[in-house]
């Protein structure tokens, strides 16, 4: 016995179903790499930044222990 499968799909049907899911796709793989880049670009202005602060800590700690 053979099934039959009628699934009433034109070509324009499927071809809008298809684009959908690559449109889809393409946008969450974008995505994922645009918030890796800022986790990324995050973590090194952090990092910059409290470095910066601890000098700058540090600097005023051995002036006023100088004075």
Known sequence: MEAKHNIGL??????LIWSEYLTDS???CVLRYFLNTLENAASMVKNHWLKKILNAFEQSALIKGAT
Not at 10 to 15: N, R, V
């Open 26 to 28: 393409m946008g969450n």
């Open 10 to 15: 034109s070509s324009p049907g499927i071809f």
